[in-house]
């Protein structure tokens, strides 16, 4: 199945969404508003047409203070069908706050306490919000664009 | 001197404290700490046991002692900078990690179809040598877990005759920067072909050997059949990718699913678990698996040397750096690609600006971070020695887990 086929199913499915088709992406990805993500993911792992029943990877991104805006991209793969696809939505970034999807795939639970970590986005209705790659006590969350270098940590200087 | 520590107990309960309280654990249950530093750990992997006795209640790993920034490291560097430190992720299999980055990087340039043959040939033939060092270290390491010393000595015997094959082609034993964006760091030496095909020969009963002394091992059974099985929708819902999927049942390499590289060209099969001493996707699954993986990159060697001694002969105007850009431009867009490493699918998303060779975002799904995620779900309720055993089965390489 095209990606196109695939966003005329999610249009008939949810038609007061606004999904954007994005064909410079390889995948061809799909933005879909941040509200109706969680129902969307839902329909094309159930789907039977669709099963994408693989999350390999789970990407947050920030695009910096002037956007004022964190992207989350999944990238699914249906096995049955041997097709990928790039789902991608926008989020707030002062509300940083998006669905957990560990629900659908139980994968995305680590991929989130990542993203949490690196990027400090938080997962609505994830089991176990913490930090995962860096230590507990670690200030801010690196991988944003703003993010301050702190400068000590444990007394140790922290900048070279 | 800048680095200058001071003591203080509260450093170490403030950066990696313990998930579950004291207080809230039952009667007769007490956390249990296992590593970081632990031999069967396999690196610097933290687990919080809660115990009952000698039953495993539930695992908490603790991860992140060896991460070293490569995200925010790949948000300054140029595209072809990258390559050593894809090395280094997991460092046990860098020619595999950096065959992937580069087919990448050059299916985003559209430069897929460019590459000579003899260097996409020379490219699966180290790839496999080093998939074979690879799945050495696993089997070998998870042999000395259960207590099996003499396997493990001798695939560090036969892994050796790889590394210096490896260390011979580009001047690093593990860590070769040897696949480039668009080609080769060089071509292969003078003989390296001749000395390959000797090996692929002295390894092939060396394997057969291999397996009955430890995988067809009564005690090897004992300890690892119907031990931490991984059924299989719960390793598809866990993202669980490579020999642990496969053991799991399903016939899913990537090298056949997207046929990449060479691969469609080469004859070989995708070994998959069937429960012959247990149950299917339990540790003896995993590790028969790896072992018959070697077989099968021994299969694809051979006809990688057949095809290199012949029609992609080595000739005088061959030039392995000829289609290596001069500048990494590639057009604007978010891009996923994937490869199959021993270890499972490692992929790679990038976003690019269009204007400069430096990404954007560059993601690594390291396939061991999202394998060791499910170790949780298949250790409630074993005994603590399976655990050790489960662990052993996952194949972590820590550099990856923690990028």
Known sequence: MKTEEILALLIKESPEGIFELQQEDDPVSIIVPKEILYEVLILLRDHELLYFDMLSCLTGIDNGPELNTMELIYNLYSIPFEMPLMIKTRIDRLEGLAPSVSVIWRTADWHEREIYDLLGIRFDGHPDMRRILLPSDWEGHPLRKDAPLQERYHGIKVAY | MDIQY?????????????????????????IFNIGPQHPSTHGVLRLEVITDGEIVKEVIPHIGYLHRCFEKHAESMPFNQIIPYVDRMDYLAAMNSEHAYAMGIERILGITDKIPKRVEYIRVLVAELN????????IGTYGLDLGAFTPFLWVMRDREHILRLLEWTCGARMLYNYIWIGGLYYDLPLNFEDRCIEFSAYLKPKLNHLESLLLTNKIFIERTAKVGTLPLDLAINYGVTGPMLRASGLKYD??????????????????????????????????????????ESLKLIDQCLERLT???????????RALVPKKIRPKAGDFYVRAENPKGELGFFFRTDGRSDVPVRCKARGCSFVNLSVLPEISKGVMLSDLIAIVGSLDLVLGEVDR
């Not at chain 2, 003591?7 to 309280?21: C, I, M, V």
């Not at chain 2, 012949?310 to 392995?320: C, Y």
């Open chain 2, 6 to 30: 001071t003591y203080h107990p509260d450093h170490l309960r403030n950066s990696e404290p313990t998930k579950t309280a004291v207080e809230s654990l039952k009667r007769g249950e007490m």
């Open chain 2, 254 to 295: 990537l090298r056949k699913v997207d046929a990449y590289s060479v691969y469609p060209a080469l004859d070989f099969n995708i070994p998959v678990g069937s429960g012959m001493m247990g149950e299917t996707g339990d540790c003896w699954d995993r590790a028969y698996v790896r072992m018959q993986e070697c077989r």
């Open chain 2, 310 to 320: 012949t029609d992609e002969k080595r000739s005088r105007d061959f030039d392995p």
């Open chain 2, 131 to 138: 998939r074979i060092a690879s799945h050495f270290v696993a």
